[in-house]
């Protein structure tokens, strides 16, 4: 049994999937709750009913998902710690970086997974799934369970190809790089994730790969400013006719995860003391854009 919190995208889209595959879940989700969802996919429309459930009852089998805003976990946790069994796997799947010894001290047995995606979905309508590419997801434990395996297993019907990593932590701060660059440079300059390939922005890409590099080699977290700078400009290319999500989100002037993502490089380069200007800049200029929503 699949447990998943919110009817968002990633979590309509993980409804969806465990409705194709068969899979026991539950949608424990704030109104409204449509009681259709239209999944469209580049070649299918589908329509399901999702399983809701009422967010009073507790939660003893199966994964625990939380498909969320970076900035909506730990509210989530807090509001559903006491419902969730406590051997109940929670897995935190979004984009950005969380507090994670803030949520294993709020979880105290909880096993914990953390998990992100490259599937990509919008919601175009309340009852509206939009899935616009199958992607990859990486996962990885925070706190182990007494069966691993048995929980990998389960999980890889839902969001497949999934990669299960020792080294999450390292796997995390790699993504938060490419959205440290794509989101904050996409959203301030009104572009799609292409553009970014051009020479003008080469120098602002190294400056940021490099600060992180830094940060990351002072946590012991292995990486060069090559491999970050790599993957940023292929994921660029291979997203060229995206929107970021940032962007999407100051368009339409809705929060962004900004908080998570260069504000968490900030927030830990004053922890561990190296200095990350440039990630600093562009935080501070889209808090500014947000500010005057
Ligand atoms: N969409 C994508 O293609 C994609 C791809 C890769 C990664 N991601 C990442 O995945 C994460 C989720 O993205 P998303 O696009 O699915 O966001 P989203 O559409 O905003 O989904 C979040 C949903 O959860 C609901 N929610 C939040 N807290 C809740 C609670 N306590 N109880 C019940 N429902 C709750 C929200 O409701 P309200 O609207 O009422 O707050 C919203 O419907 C983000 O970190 C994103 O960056 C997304």
């Known amino acids: ?22 899979l026991d879940y539950r949608v424990i989700a704030r109104l409204p709750r449509p009681s259709k969802l239209n999944c469209k996919t580049n070649n299918s429309h589908i329509v399901i009913k999702p399983n809701y ?3 009073q009852s507790m939660i003893n089998d199966g994964i625990f998902i939380l498909p969320l805003k970076a900035y909506q976990i730990m509210p989530a946790i807090e509001q559903f710690k006491s419902l969730i069994g406590p051997d109940v796997p929670v897995m935190l799947l979004h984009n950005g970086m969380v507090n994670h010894d803030l949520i294993l001290q709020h979880l105290d047995s909880n096993p914990v997974i ?15 799934l939009n899935v616009t590419g199958m992607g990859i997801t990486q996962a990885g434990w925070l ?9 990998q297993g389960l ?3 839902v969001l497949p190809p999934c990669s299960w990593h020792k080294n999450i932590l390292e796997i995390l701060w790699r993504k938060l ?8 440079l996409t959203a301030l300059h009104n572009i799609k994730n292409g553009e970014l390939a051009a020479a003008e922005y080469r120098s602002q890409i190294t400056e940021i790969t490099l600060e992180i590099t830094n940060l ?11 491999e970050l700078f790599e993957n940023c400009m ?19 002037r809705r929060r962004t995860e900004n908080e998570n993502i260069s504000g968490y490089v900030v927030s830990q380069g004053e922890v561990v003391g190296i200095p990350t200007p440039l990630n600093e800049h562009l935080y501070q200029q889209i808090k500014k854009i947000e500010t005057h929503f």
């Open 177 to 184: 790089a490419v959205n440290c660059v794509i989101n904050p």
């Open 1 to 22: 049994m699949f447990t998943i919190v919110g009817n968002g995208a990633i979590g309509n889209l993980l409804a969806f999937q465990c409705d194709n595959a068969n």
């Open 234 to 252: 292929l994921v660029i290319e291979k997203t060229a006719s995206n929107y970021s999500s940032m962007h999407q989100d100051i368009q339409k």
């Open 216 to 226: 990351m080699t002072e946590l012991r977290l292995s990486v060069t400013q090559k």
């Open 143 to 151: 706190r182990d369970s007494d069966d691993n395996i048995y929980y």
């Open 155 to 157: 999980f890889e019907n």
């Open 114 to 128: 953390v998990a992100t995606t490259s599937y990509g979905a919008f919601k175009s309508q309340t009852d509206t």
């Open 53 to 55: 459930q009422s967010s």
